[in-house]
């Protein structure tokens, strides 16, 4: 008898551990990469997605969270869901340009009058072929669209209150054009730099200043090396959640809801948090030392729209810009 009981717990072993490894084989892991330091709300989100598609799914998807650039810069990472190396990112818009041009309309300076209008865009008629667009040429899909928060200048050792006080600024961009568009429109020598190599940067003069939503100034610590916050408020961001197509294709239907709803419970939970924090931050700043300007921001306004739109109309599409403006 102590025999057959032994032989049958190591059948039911046998047993237990095959299912195991099945469940194991049929699961899909889903590597989400960002170049955001891991206390910013969209790391964050990433950890709260995680779970919610965890317990959904019983197991069978499973989100490991790389913050901090872990598996490289914006545009690497963009690279490597492209090419199924990594399954998910999370970026701003207009980094997907060189894949679809016209995308980086939708992180175009001053284009926005509120985050509402911002997500009515992004996910009416115009988001949808920008999505379509996107999985055609690059093979990612757009999970979701999420606020990163409005962008504001700051400064090393100068103060900046006019358009003239840019004349010859070294100004830290994202390695984008319309960026690069902008800077130029100040009178700024833009100089591009990924994100991870910043802090440092900016520390050793490197660049004069750069500009970023308060929430990442804040996650990034990027107030420690600045002594100067210039409210230009030039662009609300829109950042994207995507997933490799060829990846979304072997999740089950049913699945993909789970995942699809989980980004966008997750992106709501991040908007909230990111314009919570926008609305305290400016005072953390200033006890932290810095000073707070306020600029004449028409005058940064009117030197970007008077050159950026008709410079980028063709890229964009004729008569886009218009049709954003005029939506409701």
């Not at 818009?93 to 209008?117: C, K, M, T």
């Amino acid at each position: 008898m102590k025999k057959w009981f032994l032989v049958l717990v190591l059948v039911v072993l046998v047993m237990v551990f095959s299912s195991y490894s099945i469940l194991a084989a049929d699961s899909i892991i889903l590597r989400w990469g960002s170049v955001l330091a891991g206390t910013h709300p969209i790391a964050q989100m990433i950890d709260r997605v995680a779970k919610t598609v965890a317990e959904k799914t019983d197991g069978r998807i499973e989100i490991q969270n790389y913050p901090a650039g872990q598996l490289g810069s914006s545009r690497d990472q963009i690279e490597s869901v492209s090419n199924g190396i990594q399954e998910m990112v999370t970026e701003g818009v207009a980094n997907f340009g060189q894949f679809v041009p016209s995308i980086s309309i939708l992180e175009a300076p001053y284009i926005w009058r509120d985050l509402d209008h911002m997500l009515k865009v992004a996910n009416g008629p115009i988001g949808q072929d920008l999505n379509n667009q996107l999985i055609g040429k690059s093979n990612m899909r757009i999970l979701a669209t999420i606020y990163y928060g409005v962008r504001q200048l700051t400064t090393t050792n100068k103060e900046v209150r006019t358009v003239a006080d840019m004349k010859n600024f070294k100004l830290r961009v994202p390695e984008t054009d319309v960026f690069l568009a902008m800077a130029r429109a100040w009178g700024a020598n833009p100089t591009p730099m990924t994100f991870t190599e910043l802090y440092l940067a900016l520390k050793q003069n490197v660049v004069d200043g750069q500009e970023n939503p308060l929430p990442t100034i804040e996650s990034g610590k990027l107030y420690e090396v600045q002594k100067y916050l210039i409210l230009t408020g030039h662009i609300m961001t829109p950042m994207i959640v995507v997933i490799n197509e060829d990846i979304w294709k072997k999740i089950s239907p049913a699945d993909q809801k789970i995942l699809q709803e989980a980004v966008q419970e997750g992106g709501k939970w991040n908007n909230e948090q990111i314009l919570e924090q926008e609305k305290g931050l400016i005072s953390k700043f200033k006890s932290a030392g810095v000073i707070v300007i306020e600029p004449n921001v028409e005058e940064f306004r009117k030197a970007v729209l008077d050159t950026v739109p008709q410079q980028f109309e063709e890229k964009w599409g004729k008569g886009v810009w218009e049709k954003i403006q005029n939506t409701k």
